[in-house]
Structure formats: structure tokens, C-alpha cells
């Protein structure tokens, strides 16, 4: 019998060999994990579900989140150590880092103090209050020293949602999007922010797609998020595009 109702489908059956190239479980050094059982306690969680490859990506946010590659380096050891003792030796963990595009970006960027993914590309961040005056010069710079930005979660600058063309006018630039998976679900950041989201995987602007996990609560909004048979069959090639371009 046809039914007038489409079944919903579970985003977390279709995230085992996901790699998360954008989350904050490296504990005691920005909003994220707070100690190194919670670090554990999420990517245990993660595993439930398949998820086992980390790229950690700590804030670099001036006056607010002032990391360097020492003080990220240092969470990340810490965590690579209990892993081993504990004897997790199927979680394969990397860090790089979240960059602002602040007052100060340009002078770590100058200085070659920025912490890329995979070597070539920098994912980078705004405020979700105001554009960075500063962000075109950045892009620039970004590119001249020859990485690949990636905007983080630009679904959720709500700036942009009434901006139009924006969206094209930054692809134009050379910037890649990142789009959170929480972002998916009105439940994390609101209906505006997953309409964007939903918005931006119909027009092809996606190129990865990442959990930005922060806390236990939030892992749990992730494994409760239901899609569509279509909204499944936009997500799914953006998977497929992250695990190849981070594994």
C-alpha cells in the first residue's frame, strides 16, 4: 500500500569510515572537551557508530582561544598517549586547527604559524556576529601562500542568509565550504541556519561536511538526526568527497 509519508533514515548508519575533519575533542584548550575523559568518552562514541578518523581542530582566536602549535600539540599527545594505554589502537587521530580571521590571523598566516589540514588546506572561521573586515585580504593571503581555505560552517553565519549571491560570490574567491552535519537538523542551531545548510547542498556549494563536536549533548543531537531519501542522496556524495580528501 502507498504510504504518503517518506521514511526517515538515520544520518549516523551512513557515517561508518567518516573522517570528522572538524571537531573540538582535544580537551582543556578551547570551548571544547574540558578534560581527557571527555575526550575519550567522545570519540568512544563516535566509534558506536563507525566513526573512528580525527582530524582535531582546536580554535586559534585571539584573546580568546590564543593556541599555537605548542599548546595543541600538547592536548594532542596527552590524548594520543591514553588512547594507548587504554588500548584504542583502531582511533587514528590528527590535529590542525580552526583559525579566526581576526586582527591577528594575517600575523600568524605572515609568520607561517597557521596549522593546516593534510599540509595544504587551512580551514578558517568568522564571527557569527559581523564579517570579518579584514576576510578578502586574508583569502588573498591564504591563496598566495598556497593553501586551500576552507570556510567553516558558513551556513550558520546568519549575516548571509538574506545576502544574495553571496554564497557564489564566495565559491568565485576559491573558497571551499565546510558544512556542519548538525546543521542538518533545526534542533542544534535553529531552521534558519538548516535551511541554509539544506539550501547550499541543492545548489552543489558543499565540499565537506564535518560534526564540529564540542560535547556529549551534541553528539547526541548528531546520532538522532533523521533525513529524507533525498536530502540522504545530497549528503552522501559530500561524505564520499571527505574521506577522500582526508583519510
Request: hydrophobic content about 40%; some cysteine; proline content about 3%.
Amino acid at each position: 500500500m502507498f504510504s504518503f509519508f517518506q521514511r526517515k533514515i538515520y544520518l549516523v548508519d551512513y557515517l561508518h569510515g567518516f573522517v570528522d575533519m572538524h571537531n573540538h575533542i582535544l580537551h582543556g584548550i578551547d570551548d571544547g572537551a574540558k578534560t581527557i575523559e571527555d575526550s575519550i568518552d567522545l570519540i568512544k562514541g563516535f566509534s558506536e557508530f563507525g566513526v573512528t578518523n580525527f582530524i582535531c581542530t582546536p580554535h586559534i582566536m585571539h584573546n580568546y582561544y590564543p593556541n599555537t602549535r605548542e599548546t595543541i600539540v600538547q592536548s594532542f599527545k596527552a590524548l594520543e598517549n591514553e588512547l594507548e594505554k587504554l588500548g584504542m589502537t583502531h582511533i587514528n587521530i590528527d590535529f590542525a586547527a580552526e583559525h579566526m580571521i581576526d586582527d591577528n590571523f594575517e600575523h600568524i598566516l605572515e609568520n607561517h604559524e597557521v596549522i593546516p589540514l593534510r599540509k595544504e588546506y587551512l580551514l578558517i572561521e568568522m564571527s557569527y556576529l559581523q564579517p570579518s573586515i579584514n576576510f578578502n585580504n586574508a583569502i588573498s593571503e591564504i591563496t598566495a601562500q598556497r593553501f586551500y581555505p576552507i570556510l567553516a560552517h558558513p551556513e550558520r553565519y546568519a549575516y548571509f542568509h538574506q545576502e544574495s549571491g553571496i554564497y557564489e560570490t564566495l565559491k568565485n574567491q576559491g573558497i571551499l565550504f565546510q558544512l556542519n552535519l548538525l546543521s542538518l537538523t533545526s534542533e542544534a542551531y535553529g531552521s534558519s541556519v538548516q535551511k541554509c545548510a539544506l539550501r547550499l547542498l541543492e545548489k552543489g556549494l558543499v565540499n565537506f561536511v564535518s560534526s564540529d563536536i564540542h560535547n556529549s549533548r551534541q553528539l547526541q543531537k548528531l546520532k538522532d538526526i533523521k533525513l529524507s531519501n533525498t536530502e540522504l542522496n545530497l549528503i552522501l556524495p559530500i561524505l564520499e568527497n571527505t574521506i577522500d580528501s582526508f583519510y
